[in-house]
Nanobody
Framework: QVQLVESGGGLVQAGDSLRLSCAAS????????MGWFRQAPGKEREFVST????????YYADSVNGRFTISRDNAKNTVYLRMNSLKPEDTAVYYC??????????????????WGQGTQVTVSS
């Protein structure tokens, strides 16, 4: 089992940048594909980005592709989400998640086994 704790959220203006971090407990972090999801008020949780165990493969939602960058440091048990050129529509609670299945990184909410508590990102216009 792995516990996940997100940090780095906040209130920013449109066009600004933020870097989210997700620290994982345990010594098996490198065995998990990791993902970032977000949920805006009144909407379903949606996929943002995912990264493979080694960090060699990454995928992005079309809405963030080219603006967001996911990365991981297996030595620090941490996954990051660098968010540039933020827009008001990026406002949401951002969650990191871990997928223990041995497979290529997946984009569905149901594929992930462990979730953090989330960190709020608010982008003002």
């Amino acid at each position: 089992q792995v516990q996940l704790v997100e940090s780095g959220g906040g209130l920013v203006q449109a066009g600004d940048s933020l870097r989210l971090s997700c620290a994982a407990s345990g010594r098996t972090f490198r065995n998990y594909n990791m993902g970032w999801f977000r949920q805006a008020p009144g909407k379903e949780r949606e996929f943002v980005s995912t990264i493979s165990r080694s960090g060699g493969s990454t995928y992005y939602a079309d809405s963030v592709n080219g603006r967001f960058t996911i990365s991981r440091d297996n030595a620090k048990n941490t996954v990051y989400l660098r968010m540039n050129s933020l827009k008001p529509e990026d406002t949401a609670v951002y969650y990191c998640a871990a997928d223990r299945t041995v497979s290529p990184p997946r984009t569905s909410v149901g594929a992930y086994d462990y979730w953090g508590q989330g960190t709020q990102v608010t982008v003002s216009s």
